[in-house]
């Protein structure tokens, strides 16, 4: 008998648990540091992303209070490192106006509440698509909601889970339908998705040695 999506998906969480152990995901010290990090990561590496807060971090401005009161162009060159560092500058100003406009500045306001209306005030935002509201709402808010990236898609797809064509919101349920809501359980697998796929399911599969190795898949999907 085949086996279930369900049993599939807790087996990988299961085998990349024990091989990797804990990721201690998201990579940041505050609340405001992980939203800004969700933001600035989009369409850049890490590495960058790493130097634009280290900027702002110096510049005193990782503070909703201090985002507030800079100026776009003083935004703009801070985060630099970034990439596209105009937009992204754009995007976490509408962000931080948002906040300050519909939740007197608190985050909390922001993410609390039905999960769902939360996350559609994040996708309201400009520039905040599903994977950063998914980001900011599970890292930053302790929410469960799955956050879909590449790395999550690509370990799926080879292991005949989804197709080439599932869209963001099918991927997310499958995991929501899959794994009872738990925000510390989405937060590890997910990070255990991003370890995996970094390591072994890259773009050329490595899957000697991956712990996922002798789990049916297509490597070269």
């Not at 939740?103 to 698509?129: F, P, Q, T």
């Not at 370990?155 to 599932?166: K, Y």
Request: glycine share 6%.
């Amino acid at each position: 008998m085949p086996t279930s999506p369900r049993n599939t998906l807790l087996e990988m969480f299961q085998r990349l648990r024990s091989v990797y152990g804990p990721q201690h995901w998201w990579p940041a010290d505050t609340a405001t540091e992980v939203v800004v990090g969700a933001i600035l990561t989009q369409n850049t590496a890490w590495t960058n992303v790493e130097r634009a807060i280290a900027n702002l971090a110096a510049a005193g401005l990782l503070n909703w209070a201090d985002l507030h009161r800079v100026s776009p162009r003083r935004l703009a060159e801070l985060i630099r490192p970034s990439g596209t560092y105009r937009v992204k500058a754009a995007r976490l100003k509408a962000f931080v106006d948002c906040l300050w406009r519909d939740h007197r500045g608190s985050l909390k306001d922001l993410l609390d509440g039905d999960l769902e209306a939360a996350r559609s005030r994040l996708l309201s935002i400009h520039g905040v698509g599903p994977e950063t509201a998914d980001a900011i709402l599970l890292y930053a808010g302790c929410r469960p909601s799955f956050v879909v990236d590449a790395y999550t898609r690509r370990v799926l797809r080879r292991h005949r889970l989804i197709g080439p064509a599932a869209g963001y919101e099918a991927v997310r349920q499958l995991f929501h339908r899959s794994i009872p809501p738990d925000a510390a359980a989405y937060n590890e697998f997910h990070a255990l998705l991003v370890t995996v796929g970094k390591k072994h399911c890259r773009a050329r599969a490595l899957c000697a040695g991956c712990p996922l190795a002798d789990m049916p898949h297509d490597a070269e999907s």
